[in-house]
């Protein structure tokens, strides 16, 4: 038997990173006990975690340097702060009923700890590494986080040392600002009028896409780094080469043709599930998009469908007079996810503020808005007419400091 913990608490240089292995004697973790013990390295030798010196805590603990211990100064603060940290910690564990008194002697404890070198304070050296182990220890005994808890947090969380966050489409609807242009400096003074917000996506369009190449989604990355980022390629061949092209310049989606042949979509699918990105099946001109998803494998079925209005065959309509109705493929979107296992449906062409319900009601995640916004000369203002009809920002309301455990 052996459980995992880990645990993070405090801030700055002295912050403390635990990650902990509690078992048997008898188990791989006993053996990996002897093993660290036994095979020292240079800068990151084990130590036995003590109360004092010639008291070491129960279970024996080990103490395991993430850190190279460079110098003297850095080992001064794994022997003091961090080894009584520790080794007091484990203890309390044992004091509070957390790890069984009568398995002391049956339990060892594997404990890696971060010291950052430019940690200074001793003080918090030892309160954020004590309060890190004690916690870590209690995850690992209750056997914190339940697979519930991770699947809801996984698209949500934003680690702290990372320094930007990764949108992930987990609560629809979004607004998909579609960047048709053939100009950098209206493309980044668009950008700028856009408010910065989690359910608003980014389009780099086709237009862009073709005159200035696929690198600039990386400009628009350093435009809104946290921005969730669709390179519209319309891929119909060699979907590999172009997935891996957007991916390389961090986009988050690519855009395949629905038009392609099923082989072409499912290595375009393929490749995008390879790079870890979303990809978006772009059904315009395809006449029978139920029948055309049905002969896709299931496993490589798109993330994303896209009902696409023509804008010429739009254009053409309106100034002959016509009407122009929406897509009569808003009324199968149930039948469409379905078939693609609930993943996401978008719809563009000719969205306005005064739509937004009736694509909500059929089903629709995201809305593509283009000429709306870009061509407005209050982008802001226009942005703003949809997003006051849409939800908060998911999660805009959390805590600035998760709760991870309950209290029974």
Known sequence: MYNIGEALIGDGNELAHIDLIIGDKESQVGNAFLNSMTQLSIGH???????????????????IPKVTVGNLDDASKIFGPAQTAVGRAVADSVEEGIIPKKQVDDLVILVSVFIHPEAKDYRKIYQYNYGATKLAIKRAMDGYPSINKVLSEKDRGTHPIMGFRVTRLWSPPYLQVALDLDNLE?????????????????????????????GVVSK?????????????????????????????????????????????????????????????????????ITDKLKHIKDSLKPDIVLLHRNVDLETAKTEKGEKIEDSAEWGNIKNIKKIIDNGLVTVAGGITPQKINDAKESGADILVVGRYITGSKDVRRSVENFLEQLPQDPDNMRLALDEDETID
């Open 186 to 214: 209206t493309m980044e003074k668009i950008i700028n009028s856009i408010p910065d917000r989690e359910r608003i996506l980014l389009e780099a369009g086709t237009p862009l896409i073709k005159k200035f190449g696929v």
């Open 220 to 288: 628009i990355r350093e435009l809104r780094p946290d921005a969730f980022i669709i390179a519209d390629l319309k891929t119909l061949d060699v979907g590999r080469v172009e997935v891996t092209m957007a991916a390389n310049e961090t986009a988050d989606a690519v855009g395949i043709s629905g038009l392609g042949t099923i082989e072409s979509i499912e290595k375009a699918i393929h490749e995008a599930q390879k790079q870890g990105i979303y990809s978006i099946l772009d059904m315009m001109n395809v006449e029978n």
């Open 45 to 63: 030798t084990p130590l036995l975690s003590v109360i004092r010196p010639n008291l070491m805590t129960k279970p024996a603990t080990l103490i």
